[in-house]
């Protein structure tokens, strides 16, 4: 059964970071590309980073330059190092597992961004 969970969410200020945690678990993470996406209340689900299987890295465009995405798969865990958050970052932050084609969610880490 595959599960995920995040953390690392919370209350920074603007211009702050914050480095959220997926551990992944009944998983073949080695095969899987491992992303992240956020949806704000009132808007659609949006990529911010995924990491394939062969580590290439691909980000949303609002994001890059600011956001590093990284994987342990030893450790089968999945990383996201987030800077220079902006207010409208505010999200429900949720990792994702995909192994062709099939997609596992999980339920998300709250991040806040506000003064």
């Given amino acids: 059964q595959v599960q995920l969970v995040e953390s690392g969410g919370g209350l920074v200020q603007p211009g702050?970071?914050?480095?959220l945690s997926c551990a992944a678990s009944g998983?073949?993470?080695s095969l899987a590309t491992m992303g992240w996406y956020r949806q704000a209340p009132g808007k659609e689900r949006e990529?911010?980073?995924r990491s394939?299987?062969?580590?290439?890295?691909?980000?949303?465009d609002?994001?890059?330059?600011r956001f590093t995405i990284s994987r342990d798969n030893a450790k089968n865990m999945?990383?996201?190092q987030m800077k220079s958050l902006k207010p409208e970052e505010a999200a429900v932050y949720c990792c994702s597992y995909d192994v062709r084609g099939s997609v596992y969610w999980g339920k998300g880490t709250l991040v806040t961004v506000s003064s």
């Fill in 52 to 60: 394939t299987t062969t580590r290439m890295t691909i980000y949303g």
């Fill in 47 to 49: 990529l911010v980073a």
């Fill in 62 to 65: 609002s994001v890059k330059g």
């Fill in 16 to 19: 702050g970071s914050l480095r």
């Fill in 78 to 80: 999945v990383y996201l």
């Fill in 27 to 29: 998983v073949i993470f």
